[in-house]
């Protein structure tokens, strides 16, 4: 687990609801640090957040307007974030899979930087112990059906990562299917 935690920051810059909740079971388990978890957690998701957000002020309109599935739903996006920008922030957290467009909108819109840091941080931290802690109570789950876990342990690593991996080629498939589809479609 020398690595769990790069992992961790890594995984929760892409997407992060599943590397939280698995952080957080392996720090029941005991191969992690919940406080780093949580810790990294933030780290990765900020800085994944603030990417997508500044690639959508300085790239903005030429990043939307290559995808026909982020064109076509600009408009919509657009209002929605207009009005409710801080609570969109928080609402994407739980929309696997669309954090990084809605991120790439919310920098097209005129919201401003520092307004976005104060409160993308907030919304971070509340989210990071949320699952870390939703992922550590999960783990008391596992011990009740399995008492001794270290004869499993690299077991449950493999296909916890053998299923984030096919999650990611799962999703990447999904948007360059969604790209292709005619308007409206």
């Not at 992690?32 to 690639?55: H, M, Q, R, S, W």
Request: charged fraction near 15%; proline fraction near 3%.
């Amino acid at each position: 687990m020398q690595y769990g935690y790069i992992g961790v920051a890594i995984g929760t810059f892409i997407e992060g609801e599943a590397t939280l909740l698995f952080g957080g079971i392996l720090s029941k388990l005991g191969y992690l640090n919940l406080p780093k978890v949580i810790a990294y957690g933030c780290t990765g998701t900020f800085l994944g957040d603030c990417t997508f957000f500044l690639l959508g002020k300085l790239l903005g309109r030429t990043v939307v307007d290559r995808f026909e599935m982020l064109r076509s739903r600009t408009p919509l996006a657009d209002s929605i974030i207009r009005r409710h920008g801080p609570l969109v922030l928080f609402a994407m957290r739980f929309l696997a899979g669309f954090r990084s467009i809605i991120l790439l909108l919310l920098g097209c819109t005129n919201m401003s930087v520092a307004r976005f840091i104060i409160t993308d941080l907030f919304m971070v931290v509340l989210w990071a112990v949320l699952l870390s802690f939703l992922g550590f109570t999960f783990g008391n789950v596992i011990f009740i059906f399995v008492n001794d876990v270290k004869p499993y342990d690299k077991l449950i690593v493999a296909l916890a990562a053998g299923g984030a991996f096919l999650i990611i080629l799962l999703y990447r498939n999904f948007v360059r299917r969604k790209e292709r589809e005619p308007h409206g479609g």
